[in-house]
């Protein structure tokens, strides 16, 4: 009789032992959660394009040599535009580490529209239309033009109306990357920020 208990408490103990190892084994494979691996993004280019005139275009660049070296992304050019006029701003986004092969970061941003969105923020009184001083603060209804599978806003296309007045300020882009986070509701501070841009905005 104690032979049999012996064996039943070893048994048990052998079990239990089993069961400790199968279970740290499912622990061990549980992945950490991805971080998010922002895109690199070399040149990005605001070209304005006068809704009148074809023929006035307006750019103003950003570039960051390196990559993901030390540098960020550097404000090269002003925005000059034209008062009481009407723009189409549109978007080049590359990666050009590679001279001779450059990515276009915007295809990438396109075909990814439901993860991604473009907010703004500018001095009050510089834009007849939209009004207010931008949508990353949260207080203004940006001229959209473009949208994601949903309906919900992209930016990769707005339409912009100077005020009747001469101004200067800044005009603020930053493009967020909201991968299960995008909503109608989502804002600029949802997800990561893939570049975040001031420009100086003269409105003459």
Not at 96 to 102: C, F, I, Q
Not at 143 to 160: F, I, Q, R
């Amino acid at each position: 009789m104690k032979m049999i208990n012996l064996f039943r408490k070893y048994s048990l103990m052998a079990l239990l032992a089993a069961a400790t190892i199968v279970t740290g084994c499912k622990e061990d494979e549980v992945e950490p959660p991805e971080e998010h691996e922002g895109e690199i993004i070399t040149d990005v280019k605001l070209i304005f394009t006068n809704t009148n005139d074809a023929n006035d275009v307006v750019e103003a660049r950003a570039q960051d040599p390196d990559g993901e070296g030390a540098q960020e992304l550097q404000i090269i050019d002003e925005i000059d535009l034209g008062t009481d006029q009407t723009y189409e701003l549109t978007f080049e986004i590359m990666n050009n580490l590679d001279e001779d092969h450059g990515e276009d970061i915007g295809e990438e941003v396109l075909e990814e529209a439901d993860e991604h969105q473009i907010f703004f923020a500018f001095n009050e009184g510089a834009f007849a239309s939209p009004v207010g001083t931008g949508n990353i603060s949260g207080d203004s209804e940006i001229n959209y033009k473009d949208s994601d599978s949903n309906g919900n806003p992209l930016g990769l296309k707005t339409e912009w109306t100077t005020a009747s007045t001469e101004s200067e300020g800044t005009f603020t882009v930053r493009l967020q990357h909201q991968p299960d986070v995008k909503t109608a509701t989502s804002g600029a501070n949802d997800g990561d920020t893939d570049f975040d841009l001031r420009f100086v905005l003269n409105i003459q």
